[in-house]
Each structure stands twice: as structure tokens, then as C-alpha cells.
């Protein structure tokens, strides 16, 4: 398959899985004690792990214009209404997600330095730190966004933070750390990966 429209087929895909996800609701993990964390932003970081940074910038823009018009539609909460008011709140964010993962990502596993063998420990290390830095992303700028603009005071935002991105990082990195892994072929023992022949 020709790269572009392998990247283009990609993209495509993540992005749907994204609407899927947010319609559906599947996308929301409810915990015991009352709060929901999301697992949107996962096809994004995956979307750029696999592929680049503009590839995860263009699933992040889908995100963000997805969540713009899923909040017009059904708003119910204050965060709906700010992303109607301030629509680069939900935009901005989720734009950064990719560019920021694929960073993380290629600076550890060598990727930035052309480096054609890479230990199979050292990507899995890097899949898992992209993962937490594009979920952590998300989820300080869109909580930021919402203090600066004194939607919420940061009496509320700060504990938000202090549970929700921990959490939503984990999740992510567990999530992303699978389908990557799985799709890259990695093999933690011996056995040489499909890596060391990738460029």
C-alpha cells in the first residue's frame, strides 16, 4: 500500500473510532465514586505513534471539531458551553495531543536519529511515555484553558486534575502500549521484531 494512502486509510479510521467512542459513550469510563475519564484521545496518540505527527495533528483537528459539535448538540454541562463560547478550547488541546506523543515517542526510541536498531524495552518505554505525555496534553490544556478563562475556578480544577489525569494517563498508556505493540509486533524477549527493519 502506497504510504500516503496508508496514512489517509489511518487516519481515517482512528478518527471514526473517535466519533464512535463519543457518541456511543464508550468512550467515558465511569469509576465507582461518581467521575468519568476519557479514553478519546488514545486513537490520537496511536494515530501518531504509527504514523507521525501530522497524521496525529489531523486526527487531533477531527477531535477537536468533533467534540465543537457534539457539545453544540447536546450540551449539558459548563464545559459543553465553553467549548460553544470558546470553541479552540476543545481545538487547540486535542491539535497538540499527536505532535506532542510522536515527540516523546521518537526522542526515546531513537526514532529523531534515524536509528535502524532499536531494543524492543526501549520502544515499549517509549509507546508508554508517548502515551502519558499526549493524554497528560489533553487534559492539563483543556483543564488550563478552562481556568484561564475563569469558567472554573481552580479550587475545582486542580483537584479534577489531580484525579482525572493520572488516571486517564494510565489508562491511555495501557491502552496505546497494546494495540502498538500488538500492531508493531513486539517482542520483549530474544526474539528480533519487525523494529530493527523498520527505518
Known amino acids: 500500500m502506497n504510504n500516503t494512502v496508508k496514512k489517509i486509510a489511518i487516519a481515517g479510521v482512528l478518527s471514526s473510532i473517535i466519533i464512535v467512542l463519543g457518541i456511543t459513550g464508550l ?7 461518581g467521575a468519568a475519564i476519557t479514553i478519546l484521545q488514545v486513537p490520537v496518540i ?15 483537528i477531527l477531535f477537536g ?39 516523546c515517542y521518537a526522542l526515546i526510541s ?22 502519558i505525555i499526549g493524554s497528560l496534553v489533553n487534559t492539563v490544556l483543556v ?28 489508562a491511555s498508556a495501557i491502552i496505546t502500549f497494546i494495540v502498538v505493540s500488538l500492531w508493531k509486533n513486539l517482542h520483549m524477549g530474544p526474539r528480533r521484531s519487525r523494529l530493527s527493519k523498520e527505518e
Open 143 to 170: 483543564l488550563g484553558g478552562l481556568g484561564l478563562l475563569k469558567i472554573f475556578p481552580w479550587e475545582i480544577i486542580f483537584p479534577i486534575a489531580a484525579l482525572n489525569g493520572p488516571i486517564e494517563a494510565v
Open 27 to 33: 468512550g467515558f469510563i465511569l469509576l465507582p465514586f
Open 65 to 103: 471539531i468533533f467534540s465543537i459539535i457534539q457539545a453544540s448538540i447536546i450540551a449539558t454541562s459548563p464545559v459543553d458551553m465553553a467549548f460553544m463560547t470558546y470553541p479552540f478550547i476543545a481545538l487547540i488541546p486535542r491539535m497538540l495531543i499527536g505532535p506532542a506523543a510522536w515527540f
Open 110 to 131: 531513537g526514532q529523531l536519529w534515524n536509528k535502524k536498531e532499536r531494543k524492543a524495552l526501549i520502544v515499549a518505554i517509549a509507546i508508554i511515555a508517548a502515551a
Open 46 to 60: 496511536i494515530g501518531a505513534i504509527l504514523e507521525g505527527p501530522f497524521v496525529g495533528l489531523f486526527i487531533g
